[in-house]
């Protein structure tokens, strides 16, 4: 019977820390502030080339990233190295 109520507590502390443990890592951080990056934050995409990824249908980076470096030249016009 002690035995059991031992095992008990023991479970219930370590419950307690999981929860602890978990709780401070999805806390987020005080001082990070995440901000949403847009095209013309990529190098070498200016006003002109984020237009041009805008109007065929590429509106984040995302977007941009699950396309091909043929796709992303044919739409902008621009050289390979700079796809």
Request: proline share 2%; hydrophobic share 40%; net charge negative.
């Amino acid at each position: 019977m002690a035995e059991a109520k031992t095992k008990a507590i023991v479970d219930e502390l370590i419950q307690d820390e999981l929860k602890s443990k978990v709780s401070k890592y999805n806390e987020p951080s005080k001082g990070l502030k995440m901000e949403k990056l847009t095209l013309m934050d990529l190098p070498g995409v200016g006003a002109a080339t984020a237009e041009k990824l805008e109007s065929a249908g590429y509106h984040d980076l995302m977007s941009m990233a699950v396309s091909s470096v043929g796709e992303l030249i044919e739409v902008t016009g621009v050289s390979e190295a700079v796809a």
